[in-house]
């Protein structure tokens, strides 16, 4: 029948040189391959992220230059347009399409977002440019309107329907004035000059009998100097 040992008299397993036990003499050795590795790692994502700063800055720059040179482009290629009353319209949606294609060609979300905002505020400035452009040519357009009418409403004092002529006239060069297609001091000389030579063609188409009379009209002491 066997026989069990007791605790005392089994052998103790004593550990060679060989194994691999940490001591406190190599302890130090494997603490500072561990931080070598870590110290790599950091370096490779620095790197990783100093060449992702690169492309992104670059990308930005890019987009930057190119987006500001085709903005300007279009923005000059009204210049010798007529078309006053689209003009905005079309700006704003180039200049959209635009600002979409240069921000499509940078990767970084954030770059890109603000890369957008800052596109967005030069194209609000080039659009008050563009406004200005349509205002000189809807002002030209509105000016000459305003002289034909009254070229024609000349033709009505002659006829003999100068009051409503006149008052059709005022009337036009006012809301002229109040829309700045002409100053204040235009709306005055304009319509004195317009008041004047009217009646005065009225008067001399009339036969030379009754010239006289139409002097003292109310019309003419109304409209002519004294």
């Known amino acids: 029948m066997a026989v069990i040992p007791n605790v005392a008299e089994l052998p103790r397993r004593i550990p060679t040189g060989n194994q691999p036990v940490a001591t406190v003499r190599n302890a130090g050795a ?15 994502a620095q790197h990783i992220k100093d060449y992702q700063d690169r492309r992104t800055a670059r990308e930005t720059s890019s987009a930057t230059t190119g987006f500001a040179l085709d903005l300007f ?3 000059n290629s009204y210049d010798q347009s007529e078309d006053w009353s689209g003009m905005v319209e079309d ?8 600002l979409s294609e240069y921000a499509d060609g940078i990767g ?10 800052l596109g967005n505020l030069r194209i609000a400035e080039q659009r008050e440019k563009v406004k200005d452009k ?17 070229d024609r409403l000349r033709e ?17 060069l006012v809301s002229d004035a109040q829309m700045n297609y002409i ?10 000059t317009f008041k004047q030579d009217s009646v ?8 030379p009998k009754k010239r006289v009379d139409l002097l003292n009209s109310s019309i003419a002491k109304d409209n002519l100097p004294s």
């Open 30 to 44: 494997i603490g500072d391959a561990v931080a070598d590795f870590g110290s790599s790692g950091v370096r490779a």
């Open 73 to 75: 482009e279009h923005g």
């Open 91 to 98: 700006f704003n949606g180039n200049a959209a399409n635009l």
């Open 108 to 117: 970084d979300p954030r770059a890109r977002a603000r890369f957008v905002e």
């Open 134 to 150: 349509a205002f000189i040519v809807e002002t030209d357009v509105k000016r000459a309107e305003t002289l034909e009418h009254l």
């Open 156 to 172: 009505m004092v002659i006829l003999g329907e100068g009051e409503e002529a006149i008052a059709l006239a005022e009337a036009q």
């Open 183 to 192: 100053t204040e001091q235009e709306r005055v000389k304009l319509l004195e």
């Open 200 to 207: 005065k063609a009225w008067i001399q188409t009339q036969p």
